[in-house]
């Protein structure tokens, strides 16, 4: 049954990919209007299976991590496109050694987006989809200026020095 349900997760993040790349028009998105359909997509398309998502995906957050390595598996290997074209295209920063920080960064946010998604009580989930513009509209805001870096930088800085105090 595990590997089923596997399976099931994975499909819904590959089905989606699916669907934009038949797309004519998503030929023509940048990055950040890529990520935003993707987004828009998966949710709509996850209407079809709510309650499924309301019973199942919850529970296996909290204990089924194996079931869910292939769904964050098929969502990385889409994250890793977005970042290399939102790179090609200037809407994202090369920041050399923290570039894996980018994509590892789209997977919490995907997931933060479900768990809303699956409270949300707005009329037409108005809010999911709110929430979906305001967190790609940060998260490409985050990746265009090495305000990352600069963070990390300065806690590389700062952490020797306050184990020392």
Known sequence: FEAIESAFWAHTVKETVEILESDADAAEYDARQMLLAFYFTYFENALEYRSRFLMRFPCMRKSGKGVLREFEHAFKDFAEKIVLQGRAEGQMADMKQLNSLQEKGLTPQFRFLIDF?????SKGFQDTDALIEKSVRFYFDAARFPV????VDLFRF???RLRQS
């Open 117 to 121: 998604h699956l409270k949300d009580t």
């Open 148 to 151: 990352i870096e600069s963070t």
């Open 158 to 160: 700062l952490l020797p």
